[in-house]
């Protein structure tokens, strides 16, 4: 016999408490009277749907015992679903009880039927979330496990990387500051089974006359300074890979001895005569405009088409819809583990806030906002002020706020939703459509009308 799924009621009306019981025969209820005996039996039954009173014995007239039951369950465990049942008019409260990381709350009297179908969802929640943690949990021995995606085009993005990655050809990373070429970089490195190191240099954070040196070496008493021979970024990289971040601020300068490198295999420390051959893997990447920097003069044509020979596009992370929920979800863990904080979860409207924010910034700027959460929030529980972002209902724009297209207004909507949900899912379409509240077929349908890969 299929176990029933398991549910805490915490009310001190025992005839409301039958009533709710009742109602909900569905489930296996458990119940309590009062918040100690709540907490006793959600630390034995560990139920992942919980509805509770605010007004609780010792202190029936207060809601102090209810929101510290509240916050008791939720540092016990971030994931519980608690749905508030409250008095007609103590909205406040109700309010306040979401902010703290309740589910939801309902005035009384209720509806038991709408209560019922409240309690589904949340328990459809909690077992996504909980299959989410498990999949993110799993060990992942691939080369660019590092990066966390289910963006159709970065997908492809890491095909490539694995095509690439046996051969000796020079690739050129694309993108904004922050969409992880660095990361994409030392998966190539992995995938390419290169015994050498990873040696990655900024070339926009070197100044210009010790630039050369940093790359190439430099022999002893080759300038003033140089007390002792000391082999360049090259040279460590020998039999490795060797990532030229920001290429575009090379200077022209040192431009024809990166080519004449390129070309040749070989290099000559500054100072010295010495031809030394180097088998290195060159991977660059840059946010500039390179093609444009070639009619302006300020970069050489034919060193970009040897840097050129494999050109991967990263798009920003605005683009990879999901991707900030996931990369959220991930970062979190790492870092709560960090602080050696107990798990850690995020609120639904920070979830939302973060779906739909465009972090100019990419993935750099959202995990310094996971972190700063991280360490800033007051309980197990991430919400929007912890990771910096203005709560869902702040996030309308004037402009939108005016639209009046039913159409275009119920697409939007739906297209959030439905991207939404496939992040919080894994892209996994049956999980995603029982989450949404339609069957499969009509989820394909809306994902074909809507072209949501």
């Excluded at 900030?324 to 991930?330: F, T």
């Excluded at 949404?436 to 394909?444: A, E, K, W």
Aim: hydrophobic share 40%; charged share 25%; proline share 4%.
């Amino acid at each position: 016999m299929e176990k029933l799924p398991q549910l805490l009621i915490v009310e001190d009306d025992l005839a409301l408490q039958k009533q709710i019981k009742w109602s909900l025969d569905r489930f296996e209820s458990v119940t309590a009277n009062d918040a100690a005996s709540a907490l006793l039996q959600f630390r034995r039954h560990t139920p992942a749907v919980v509805t509770m009173d605010l007004g609780l014995p010792p202190d029936p007239d207060s809601v102090s015992e209810g929101f510290k039951l509240l916050r008791d369950m939720l540092n016990i465990d971030p994931m519980v679903k608690v749905i508030v049942l409250t008095g007609q008019n103590d909205q406040a409260n109700a309010l306040r009880a979401i902010a703290l990381g309740a589910y939801d709350f309902f005035a009384k009297p209720f509806d038991p039927d709408l209560l019922g179908l409240t309690i589904d969802r949340a328990f459809r929640l909690f077992e996504l979330q909980s299959e989410n943690q498990r999949l993110q949990s799993l060990h992942q021995p691939d080369a660019l496990s590092g990066l966390l995606t289910r963006d159709a085009d970065m997908l492809r993005i890491c095909r490539t990387i694995e095509k690439v990655a046996p051969s000796n050809a020079s690739v050129m990373l694309l993108g904004e500051s922050g969409t992880g070429k660095e990361v994409l970089a030392q998966g190539l490195h992995q995938a390419s089974k290169r015994s050498g190191k990873f040696i990655a240099i900024n070339c926009a954070a070197i100044p210009e006359n010790l630039l050369e040196s940093e790359l190439f070496g430099y022999e002893k008493g080759a300038f003033t300074g140089a007390g002792k021979t000391t082999v360049g970024k090259i040279e460590v990289a020998n039999g490795g890979t060797l990532m030229l971040d920001e290429i575009g601020d090379l200077p022209l300068s040192l431009q024809s001895k990166l080519l004449r490198f390129l070309q040749e295999r070989t290099i000559e420390r500054v100072g010295g005569r010495q031809e030394i051959s180097i088998d290195v893997r060159v991977v660059c990447a840059t946010h500039q405009d390179l093609r444009g920097r070639i009619k302006e003069g300020s970069f050489r044509e034919d060193l970009y088409y040897r840097l050129a020979e494999i050109v991967i596009d990263i798009p920003p992370l605005r683009a990879r819809r999901g991707d900030a929920v996931l990369l959220a979800h991930a970062f979190l863990k790492r870092f709560a583990q960090e602080q050696h904080r107990g798990p850690m979860q995020i609120s639904e409207d920070a979830l939302t806030a973060i779906d739909t924010y465009t972090w100019p910034g990419n993935v750099r700027e959202l995990l310094n906002a996971v972190k700063r959460a991280s360490i800033m929030a007051d309980g197990n529980r991430v919400g929007c002020d912890d990771i910096g972002l203005p709560s869902p209902e702040t996030l309308l724009d004037e402009g939108e706020k005016g639209v009046l297209d039913l159409r275009t207004v119920r697409e939007k909507a739906e297209r959030e939703a439905i991207v939404s949900a496939l992040a919080r899912t894994n892209g996994n379409i049956a999980k995603a459509s029982e989450l949404l509240g339609v069957s499969r077929p009509t989820l394909y349908d809306l994902m074909n009308r809507l072209v949501i890969k």
